[in-house]
């Protein structure tokens, strides 16, 4: 993961880079933080179900077993998806046909590509492939390499993704090694996700440090733990994440003495 400039991770997170102590944040570069965080958020949300969706299998099978176990389970949660088997690759085309097409919250289109290339009781390895996947509200297309470690009960994901806004219409492009557990919910809630991520997008080059971010299925932005971004606009800035309501969640930005409050719902963005 690169990082511009001369900071190093260590010295974005604890103290920013000399030069940006004199240059305060304004009001509209907190807000596009926290728009790009949303827009990262929805990515991380869409590929964190596909994956959840690719994870029905018996661990120790050979892997051309693992993937006619997934073939059978995903053709019992959705229907719609025309499911093609060769080997240990599944190629998943979802909305072909009649019949259900949602899963963990999130309605799917396009097209996801599985194959599992390791399984047994020491690691198990899932490799995907994504074109045009959708959820209605986010489309990506990209890979990732999902490990699971059993002693800690974590997988970590490794990704390179093009991912666009279907609201808005912005892009960006990216990749992101994070390790992600189950929140207390289970596979039903969400996820934590610790590790780091970065894309370019409309406004340039984000880094992300990732620290304990809870994501929920449902949610357009984490409801707790926090992000500290390197920003195009040379400053690096903490957004941590509180719950308000059940639609509703507190983003507050720093960036050394200056903070702004957000609250972000299902609807947008609005300043507090």
Same mark, same amino acid.
């Given at each position: ?50 994956? !959840? ?7 120790? $099978?050979?892997? !051309? ?9 995903? !053709? ?17 085309? =979802? ?7 949602? =899963? ?7 097209? +996801? ?25 986010? $489309?990506? &297309? ?21 991912? +666009? ?5 912005? %892009?960006? !492009?990216?990749?992101?090694?994070? %390790? ?45 733990? +926090? =992000? ?5 606009? $040379? ?6 994440? &509180?719950?308000?309501?059940? &639609? ?25």
């Amino acid at each position: 993961m690169r990082f511009s400039g001369a900071c190093t991770l260590i010295a974005l997170l604890l103290t920013g880079c000399p030069r940006q102590r004199d240059k305060a944040l304004t009001s509209e570069e907190a807000r596009a933080a926290t728009e790009e965080a949303a827009l990262a958020s929805k990515a991380e949300g869409l590929t964190a179900s596909v994956v !959840e969706l690719t994870t029905s299998f018996t661990i120790g $099978e050979a892997v !051309e077993a693992a993937a006619e176990e997934l073939r059978d389970f995903i !053709e019992s949660q959705l229907p719609c998806a025309e499911v093609t088997l060769e080997d240990a690759t599944l190629e998943v085309e =979802y909305g072909v046909n009649d019949g259900n097409c949602t =899963y963990r919250g999130h309605t799917f289109s396009g097209i +996801s590509r599985v194959t599992v290339t390791r399984n047994d009781d020491a690691r198990v390895t899932v490799d995907h492939e994504w074109e045009a996947l959708s959820n209605g509200l986010v $489309e990506l &297309d990209g890979t990732a390499q999902v490990t699971w470690d059993f002693e800690n009960e974590t997988r970590r994901v490794v990704h390179e993704t093009l991912w +666009s806004d279907l609201d808005t219409g912005r %892009t960006a !492009e990216g990749e992101g090694d994070r %390790t992600q557990s189950l929140l207390d919910g289970g596979l039903l809630e969400g996820i934590r996700v610790d590790g780091m991520r970065s894309w370019t997008g409309q406004a340039g080059r984000w880094d992300l440090a990732i620290d304990g971010v809870e994501l929920r299925w449902v949610d357009p932005v984490p409801q707790a733990g +926090s =992000y500290t971004l390197a920003t195009p606009f $040379e400053k690096s800035m903490t957004l941590s994440f &509180d719950r308000v309501d059940e &639609d509703t969640i507190r983003v507050t930005v720093e960036s050394g003495a200056r903070s702004f409050e957000f609250n972000v719902t299902s609807r947008g963005v609005t300043e507090r």
